[in-house]
């Protein structure tokens, strides 16, 4: 998983109740991004970060918001969780030379 | 929404057989990743196609894109059982929205 780690790696939470969802990275690669995977949807795009303190909106931003204070940390917040936002959630970095992305490996978040 | 949707959901052949899946998307594409994915783990890059290249190998794994009909293919040579886990298709339209299908489950066995 190439110097990508994700905490916590699993999570049961209630309705309502905010989580904060961290990605970490040792590549010191530009961009950062949050997937979250859904049976029968692959992974959908979730917000991405193009560089310390610039994020963007991805496909399914809605409920979620992010920062990022430097290069390495990566933050996804539910901001009050609901049922629909259970699902993994993926972390990936990507250089900006060639394309490719990596990931980490998963935190399973359950909203109760 | 998906742009790349894979074809077959799920396949499931003999050690050594070949395995081919597809992939077709909607919109014109900068370039084509194939990504893997093992249970319970995050995905691994595979190999990339970009939209001026017809086809790519890497080893075992031999990539066909095919612009005029928007699909890519993704050939596995002589399969083993560590090759089982779900195959992506994403394509990148514009910088950093890059968008993946659902996948196909493939299944060796030995």
């Known amino acids: 998983d190439a110097g990508i780690t994700q905490s916590p790696r699993h999570k049961v939470t209630e309705t309502g109740t905010p989580v904060t969802l961290r990605c970490h990275q040792t590549e010191n690669h530009r961009y950062m991004y949050w997937y979250r995977q859904d049976p029968g949807h692959g992974l959908r795009l979730i917000h991405y970060s193009y560089g310390v303190k610039d994020t963007d909106k991805g496909e399914v931003s809605d409920g979620y918001s992010v920062s990022r204070s430097k290069t390495e940390d990566f933050l996804l917040t539910l901001e009050s969780a609901t049922s629909s936002q259970t699902s993994v959630y993926f972390c990936?970095?990507?250089?900006?030379?060639?394309?490719?992305?990596?990931f980490g490996p998963g935190t399973r978040l359950t909203v109760l | 929404s998906q742009q790349g949707e894979e074809d077959p959901q799920a396949l499931s052949i003999q050690e050594g057989e070949n395995a081919t899946m597809n992939c077709s998307y909607k919109?014109?594409?900068?370039?084509l990743q194939w990504y893997r994915q093992n249970s319970g783990r995050g995905l691994v890059h595979l190999i990339l196609?970009?939209?001026?290249?017809r086809e790519k190998h890497s080893g075992r794994l031999r990539v066909t894109l095919d612009t005029s009909k928007k699909s890519s293919s993704l050939l596995i040579t002589a399969s083993r059982a560590a090759d089982t886990a779900s195959y992506f298709c994403a394509t990148d339209a514009n910088n950093n929205d890059m968008r993946f299908g659902a996948g196909t489950r493939l299944t060796v066995k030995p």
């Open positions: 919109t014109s594409i900068n370039n």
């Open positions: 196609i970009r939209s001026n290249e």
């Open positions: 990936a970095t990507e250089s900006g030379g060639d394309d490719t992305q990596y």
